[in-house]
C-alpha cells in the first residue's frame, strides 16, 4: 500500500522481484493473482494503458531502451501521454497549448535544453530522465513508480532528481521508488519494503533503517 504524499521505498537484492512487482502493477507483465486497488477500489489492469486510464504512470529502469523516442524531439517526448487532453477538433494537436505545457515543465523540472525540437538523444543523462518525470506528470498521475530513478546520472543532477521525487510527493502523488541503492531508497523514502524472492519481507519507517 501507498498513500497519497508519501514516498514508498522498494528496495532488496538485484533478482529480489522489484522491477517485475512494478512492471506487473502497471500492467507491463501479467500477473498470477492478486488485486490493484485505487482509493480502495479494486480495478482491473491487464495492460499499459488500462494502468495510464487509472492515473498510474511508470519510469523505468532502462529509460533508452523502454522510456524514451531516442529518434525524436523532445515535444513528443512529453506530450505523448497528454494528447487527448491537447487535441483539438479530434484529429489535431493544440500546438500552442502543447508548447505552453512543454515550457511548464522544462521551467518546474529544470530541463536544460535549447528547445523542444532538440532531439532528447542529444541531452544528459538527467535531462533525459527528467523528460521521461514530464512525461508523466503530463498525464497527472495519482500514482508514480520510479523505477532506479538515478541510474546513470551524475551527482549534480541525482539531487535534482531527488528534489522532484519530494516535490511531487508534496503535490500529493503517491511516489514508489525500486532502486538496488539501499541508501539512495533510505535517504528518500517515508516507508520502506523490503523484497526478496519475488515477496515483500519487511516493512520498516526510515527513521528505524537510518
Known amino acids: 500500500s501507498v498513500r497519497r504524499g508519501e514516498i514508498l521505498g522498494l528496495a532488496g537484492l538485484v533478482g529480489a522481484g522489484r522491477t517485475e512487482l512494478a512492471r506487473a502493477i502497471f500492467g507491463a507483465d501479467p500477473i498470477d493473482g492478486g488485486t490493484?486497488?485505487?482509493?480502495?477500489?479494486p480495478v482491473t489492469i491487464r495492460?499499459?494503458?488500462?494502468?495510464?486510464?487509472?492515473?498510474?504512470?511508470?519510469?523505468?529502469?532502462d529509460r533508452k531502451q523502454q522510456?524514451?523516442?531516442?529518434a525524436l524531439a523532445i515535444r513528443p517526448n512529453i506530450s505523448i501521454t497528454a494528447l487527448d487532453r491537447l487535441r483539438r477538433w479530434r484529429e489535431f494537436v493544440d500546438e500552442g497549448a502543447e508548447a505552453t505545457l512543454i515550457a511548464e515543465f522544462q521551467r518546474k523540472l529544470n530541463i536544460r535544453m535549447t528547445g523542444p525540437e532538440q532531439h532528447v538523444s542529444n541531452?544528459?543523462?538527467g535531462n533525459q530522465?527528467?523528460?521521461?518525470?514530464?512525461?508523466?506528470?503530463?498525464l497527472q498521475p495519482q500514482v508514480l513508480i520510479v523505477d532506479e530513478p538515478t541510474r546513470g546520472i551524475d551527482i549534480g543532477a541525482k539531487a535534482e532528481i531527488y528534489q522532484i521525487i519530494h516535490n511531487?510527493?508534496?503535490?500529493?502523488?503517491?511516489?514508489?521508488?525500486?532502486?538496488s541503492d539501499l541508501m539512495e531508497v533510505i535517504g528518500i523514502s517515508d516507508r520502506i519494503l523490503v523484497m526478496s524472492e519475488g515477496?515483500?519481507?519487511?516493512?520498516?519507517p526510515r527513521e528505524l533503517a537510518e
Open 67 to 70: 522510456a524514451l523516442f531516442l
Open 123 to 125: 541531452l544528459s543523462g
Open 47 to 61: 495492460s499499459p494503458r488500462d494502468a495510464i486510464r487509472h492515473g498510474i504512470g511508470l519510469v523505468p529502469e
Open 199 to 204: 515477496a515483500v519481507t519487511g516493512e520498516l
Open 168 to 179: 511531487l510527493a508534496a503535490d500529493g502523488i503517491a511516489v514508489i521508488v525500486v532502486s
Open 36 to 41: 490493484v486497488s485505487i482509493d480502495g477500489r
Open 129 to 138: 530522465q527528467k523528460v521521461v518525470l514530464a512525461r508523466w506528470l503530463a
